[in-house]
């Protein structure tokens, strides 16, 4: 349950902060200029009819999103493996799991003849205070290709900045590519990590934002649902029995 809560607060943060940034790079469009900032958002398992939804959020969001922006409704994948590592692989490079390597969330690696974790690298170390049942070292290293991000910045020379934010280590890494910068939730501590592949310690800025440990200001407090009862109609209890 601490880490549970500790999820739901950093995620309630990292939703706040894209909201923000979605409506800065829109205004960058509504004036005709080239954006300055552009976010790419993924939510695992978001299945399209969630969208119904829409309605309820007052103003930002999801309701920004359909309001100002395109509903493509016959965007289909291409791929029968709907594994995390391999989804996330395909989304900013356009290559599927033959192409990137990422064939799964774990493989047998027959080399070492050990399993092998999609971002597992035993050259690099986890930035971390303490010992964790994290990998110990984690990068983009067994992807193949390049990513939106990585042609972003060989077509600018290196002067675009590409940074990947997530809850998980697969999402950020393998979204990030293999020049941008990578950095994920450990639900161990609480704090935002990342690996040595991109830098040898964490910027003052992550330090101080996990030094606020804003995850744990919400122990002990009563945690209720956001809307009305009326506005969950449309949902299914949440006890629903297994078919």
Same mark, same amino acid.
């Given at each position: ?6 999820? %739901? ?6 939703? %706040? ?14 004036? $005709?200029? /080239? ?10 398992? #978001?299945?399209?009819?969630?969208? =119904? #939804? *829409?309605?309820?959020?007052?103003? $930002?969001? #999801? @309701?920004?999103?359909?309001?100002? $922006? ?31 390597? %990422? ?6 690696? =027959? &080399? ?23 990998? +110990? $070292?984690?990068?983009? @290293?067994?992807?193949?290709? &390049?990513?939106?991000? +990585? ?9 675009? /900045? ?16 293999? &020049? ?20 040898? *310690? ?27 009862? @009326?506005?969950?109609?449309?949902? =299914? ?7």
């Amino acid at each position: 349950m601490r880490n549970l809560k500790r999820f %739901i607060a950093n995620l309630f943060i990292l939703t %706040i902060l894209f909201s923000s940034c979605i409506q800065l790079a829109s205004g960058a469009l509504d004036e $005709g200029r /080239k954006p300055k900032l552009v976010v790419f958002i993924v939510i695992d398992q #978001f299945r399209y009819d969630y969208l =119904r #939804f *829409a309605d309820l959020f007052s103003s $930002g969001g #999801f @309701k920004f999103m359909i309001d100002n $922006g395109a509903n493509l409704a016959e965007h289909h994948y291409g791929h029968a493996a709907t594994i995390t590592a391999a989804g996330h692989a395909v989304l900013l490079s356009g290559a599927y799991a033959f192409e990137s390597g %990422i064939t799964g969330n774990e493989w047998y690696d =027959r &080399t070492t003849k050990q399993k092998m974790y999609s971002v597992e690298d035993s050259g690099h170390r986890l930035l971390r205070k303490e010992e964790t049942k994290l990998h +110990d $070292g984690t990068s983009p @290293k067994n992807f193949v290709g &390049t990513t939106v991000g +990585d042609e972003l910045k060989l077509h600018n020379k290196f002067q675009s /900045k590409v940074i990947s934010i997530s809850i998980k280590d697969v999402p950020a890494i393998l979204l990030g590519g293999k &020049t941008g910068t990578a950095y994920w939730y450990n639900s161990y501590t609480g704090d935002f990590i990342s690996s040595d592949y991109y830098m040898k *310690a964490l910027p003052a800025w992550v330090k101080a934002f996990n030094a606020q440990k804003i995850p744990d200001q919400y122990f002990g407090k009563q945690w209720t649902k956001l809307l009305d009862e @009326k506005a969950y109609a449309r949902s =299914r209890e949440d006890n629903f029995p297994c078919q």
